[in-house]
């Protein structure tokens, strides 16, 4: 099954809180697991990404929590600002990277 | 400066109307993809390309065509447009090592609409 389910859909916090993204995956070959930012206008950029030999990544204020055996994901961002209101998408690909699933986004609104 | 660049950003068509979308990038990669966006569904992959002469579809190829004759390009064809190919597209490549750990780099999007 090639599809990543995510929630929400949407996502709304105060300046300060700390969202919270979901994902999950049933292609037990996915290896790699990219979340991407997206501002209105522009394509997606990658903002971290881990493999399945980790359980947790952090990348300044972004971190990444990986639960091989439950096939889930997710993204935290710490001390959220305006600035990160953006579109958040999750992604899986197998090893060599060839095909890419992406998850349907979730749009994050960081309120001042 | 490092860019994938994709030409038309805006385009209107008709109904089985042959059009290309073209996509260039300058960072001598070797890894290049096509993306449609469509609202609720995220991004879903059309072709990609590891190398020059070699493709290979995605998720959602039907009604699409591509080509790698040049490592620097690869245009999406459009033979005959229907109105359920009216989304956002995306061009993105990949260095060349080809790890799926490197970084892919998206281009601005092309808004297509069919009528």
């Known amino acids: 099954q090639q599809q990543v389910k995510q929630s929400p859909q949407s996502l709304i916090v105060q300046k300060g809180g700390i969202p919270i993204i979901n994902c999950a995956y049933e292609?037990?070959?996915?290896?790699?697991f990219p979340w991407y930012q997206q501002f209105p206008g522009k394509g997606p950029a990658l903002l971290i990404a881990?493999?399945?030999?980790?359980s947790e990544k952090k990348e300044g204020r972004f971190t990444i929590s990986f639960n091989k055996s439950a096939k889930q994901f997710s993204l935290h961002i710490m001390d959220s600002q305006p600035g990160d209101s953006a579109t958040y998408f999750c992604?899986?690909?197998?090893?060599?990277?060839?095909?890419?699933?992406f998850g349907p986004g979730t749009r994050l609104s960081v309120l001042p | 400066e490092a860019q994938v660049t994709q030409n038309p950003r805006y385009l209107i068509t008709v109904t089985g109307k042959k059009l290309t979308v073209t996509c260039s990038q300058n960072?001598?990669?070797?890894?290049m993809s096509w993306y449609r966006q469509d609202p609720g569904l995220g991004l879903r992959q059309i072709y990609y390309?590891?190398?020059?002469?070699?493709?290979d579809k995605g998720d959602v190829p039907e009604g699409y065509k591509v080509s790698r004759k040049e490592k620097r390009n690869f245009p999406l064809i459009l033979e005959s447009p229907s109105p359920n190919q009216t989304s956002l597209y995306f061009c993105?490549?990949?260095?060349?090592?080809?790890?799926?750990?490197?970084?892919?780099?998206f281009g601005p999007g092309t808004r297509l609409t069919v009528l």
């Open positions: 993105a490549s990949r260095a060349p090592s080809g790890r799926v750990t490197d970084t892919q780099y």
């Open positions: 292609n037990t070959a996915f290896d790699y």
């Open positions: 881990i493999r399945p030999d980790v």
């Open positions: 992604a899986a690909s197998g090893n060599y990277g060839q095909n890419f699933v």
């Open positions: 960072m001598n990669h070797e890894y």
């Open positions: 390309s590891m190398n020059v002469e070699v493709t």
